[in-house]
């Protein structure tokens, strides 16, 4: 009878994390910490108001849009030269720069249920407002110059505008001044 060799396991000894800079004091610690939290969630509520009224009020449909829509954008946003010729509603991206996204990832990215996605996306579809393509979905090409997405994108610019002009005005942008 042969003897049964014992084997050798290779054992990975976890090695000291990297020092991590100090990351300096916190958010909380900011002096206008309050002001600007309170400004942002303003603009983010004056957003999803307007936004979802283009969806009747759904929320979700309208976070589905959103969403298929930055990854839509995501090449151009992040290369300067595309961002630079294609960084205004009033130019079209090509759909060599545009990355599509499919049914399983918006499930991932927004956390909603898969079944969710597939309704959500149905109605976006049929309202006209999303295609789909061989490697997922797209918002419409020309949908920079259809009304209603027109009426949605408007107060959004007011929107920035105030949360800016709240932020220059209470001082929150300039902390040591």
Known sequence: MKKARARRVAVEIPQAPPEMPDPGPSARDHPHSRAIAHFITEFILRCAHTISGAFQNDYEAAILFLTISNRNSEK?????????????????????????????????ATGLPRETVRRKVGRLVEKGWVIEQAGGLRIRPDINRDAGYIAILEPQAQNLRRLFTMLVTSGALNPGG
């Open 76 to 108: 151009v946003m992040s290369d300067p030269a595309l961002r630079q010729r294609y960084g205004s509603y009033t130019a079209t991206i090509p759909d060599e720069h545009v990355l599509l996204i499919n049914r399983m990832a918006l499930a991932r």
